[in-house]
């Protein structure tokens, strides 16, 4: 069973950056895809961004395309959302997921593994 630990959050005023960490346990970190999935006050979870195993698929959602970015580190077992150009909608609780696979996915149901989330504040 992998845990999944995410470190990074706070709050930042509108135009600021933060970079969210997401330290996993386990051996097989490598051989699976993760993700960032975000949820606001009173609102579902949505996903925000993906990598594939080995890093060279990543996808967005269109909402932060162009100011977050997704990476990986396999040797220190830690994905990475840095997020630029903050805006108070990108307030939320972050979340980071291992999926089931190598293979990205863009909803929830592709992951098997999550973290207990990371509060992030923008504001205004």
């Known amino acids: 069973q992998v845990q999944l630990v995410e470190t990074g959050g706070g709050l930042v005023q509108a135009g600021g950056s933060l970079r969210l960490s997401c330290a996993a346990s386990?051996?097989?970190?490598?051989?699976?895809?993760m993700g960032w999935f975000r949820q606001a006050p009173g609102k579902e979870r949505t996903f925000v961004a993906t990598?594939?195993?080995?890093?060279?698929?990543?996808k967005y959602a269109d909402a932060v395309k162009g100011r977050f970015t997704i990476s990986r580190d396999d040797r220190k077992q830690t994905v990475y959302l840095q997020m630029n150009g903050l805006k108070p909608e990108d307030t939320a609780v972050y979340f980071c997921?291992?999926?089931?696979?190598?293979?990205?996915?863009?909803?929830?149901?592709?992951?098997?593994?999550w973290g207990q989330g990371t509060q992030v504040t923008v504001s205004s």
């Open positions: 990598i594939s195993w080995g890093g060279s698929i990543t």
């Open positions: 997921a291992r999926a089931r696979s190598g293979v990205v996915s863009l909803t929830d149901g592709g992951y098997d593994s």
């Open positions: 386990g051996r097989t970190f490598s051989n699976f895809a």
